[in-house]
């Protein structure tokens, strides 16, 4: 059996800024949503014409607290063939979190606290 990745999950607690960021950030757009009608909760993939992946975005309402990441040790990770350009406009954002100069990457930080690795095309 084969499976193809088709998206992965990230639950936010503002929509709108992170539709922004993610924006901003890595290029994506919102692809379609899915919103409950008793308006519990908002459902946005968002991605770009470079892959089929997409990376759904989760509101819900009755969950007003801060997500709880634990120790952030995954990640998804982006690869760009202007690494440098990439760089230079997360630095702008602030939002770089980590950098790795030994292995030519580093990380970005959403506004919930998710980490995007950022890795050149090698």
Known sequence: MKFQMIHENYNVSDLDRSLKFYREALGL???????????S???VYVGNDESDFELELTW??????????GECEFHLAFRTADFEAAHKKHQ???????ENPAMGIYFIEDPDGYWLEIVPVR
């Open 41 to 43: 909760f908002i459902i």
């Open 29 to 39: 757009e919102e692809k379609r949503r899915n919103a409950a009608a008793d308006g």
């Open 92 to 98: 702008e954002m602030g939002c770089i979190c980590f």
């Open 60 to 69: 819900l309402r009755d969950h007003p607290q801060k997500y709880d990441l």
